[in-house]
């Protein structure tokens, strides 16, 4: 892979530095970063929209007294 093809920085478009890849410098890579982290801000985490909420059933508690297993002698 000796091709290296670098269309430019995500950010402003000069030049890829390999060291800052794939941005030209690493003032551009915090720049995506807090784009990121601003996008991800501006989705209200608070939304529990959790269809898998309901945790509550009321499960059998194995062998009750009328188990199947009896210590009948
Ligand atoms: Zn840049």
């Known amino acids: 892979m000796s091709k290296a ?3 430019g920085c995500a950010i402003c478009g000069r030049p890829v530095v390999a060291e800052h890849r ?3 410098s690493a003032r551009c890579r915090r720049v995506d970063l807090g784009r990121w982290l601003g996008e991800s801000y501006r989705i209200p985490a ?5 269809p898998d909420e309901d945790d509550e059933l009321p499960r059998p508690d194995g062998p009750g007294p009328d188990g199947p297993e009896r210590d009948e002698r």
């Not at 608070?46 to 959790?50: P, R």
Request: charged content about 25%; some cysteine.
């Open 5 to 7: 093809v670098s269309p």
């Open 22 to 24: 794939p941005f030209c």
């Open 46 to 50: 608070a939304e529990t929209d959790d």
